[in-house]
């Protein structure tokens, strides 16, 4: 399969790159690198092609888009804190710039893009699970952003022809998540601070829970999305069906670093939504997913690396 991986140097990209390598794939990798890093395609850099670009540079998408006959689009500005501060960039990286990828990829004719989507669109509903059928309720300008592309996905299976899915991540967590931005991920934040020995911030009472999902279930949600046909434009969660509290998640990874489960608790976060767990029964249906690594093996891998890596 000649493949081309939107954000392949990112966090979920590059261990998807490492997927697709480990198969026999052939794989461009389209980045510009301003959260990804070249070191996360050390190990398979001679193994692929990579091409630094950016979204919503047509022309540079287009060519990236030659000659492949899957896209997965992983690449996007991916933060709801920075989403309510710059709307404007949001909206050029995540909704223009994912049209660029999909207009670019039927012109090239690519046969197949797997999107990748976010559960926020699901908004701060009270209804647990979530359910793909439920109607969106964004509440931040990323989320709303990242609900277009699904638009998209529609038009362009209805309307083209192509192959099209999207899969909403539920708080993917794994080696190379980056703890050193404002906007980083719960879990690489409690593992850094843990490391430093510091006390991890939570942003309201921590009892607001989440449906953490390890990296490589997300990587394998991908690689059946590019196999299944009849897809039809879809929506697929993808996450580990499993609720946990940020307390408890701060208790998990504390007694895996073998330190006290101690935080600073500030106000609650503009956007953030209060709880959110993944009913996968579509993405095990049609796609034939199941999460193969739980919360716990998940995270003992992720403080493994993070301790490797020196991070």
Known sequence: MKCLVTGGAGFIGSNLVDALVARGDD???FDNFSTGERSNLAGVARAIETVEGDLRDVE????ACRGRDVVFH???MPSVPRSIEDPATSFDVNVRGTFHVFAAAREAGVTRVVYSASSSAYGDTPTLPKIES???APKSPYAADKLYGETLCRVYS???GMECAAL???NIFGPRQRPDSAYAAVIPRFVDAFRRGERPTIY?????SRDFTFVANAVRANLLAAERDG???RVFNVGNGVRTTLNELLRVIAVEMGTKPDARYEPERAGDVKHSLADIGLARRELGYQPAVSLEEGLKATVAWFRAAGR
């Open 158 to 160: 209805g309307v083209y």
């Open 27 to 29: 794989v461009r990798v």
């Open 134 to 136: 439920m109607p969106p």
């Open 231 to 233: 897809l039809g434009g």
């Open 74 to 76: 992983l690449a996007a």
């Open 168 to 170: 909403r991540y539920f």
């Open 204 to 208: 309201g009472d921590g009892e607001q």
């Open 60 to 63: 540079a998408v287009r060519a």
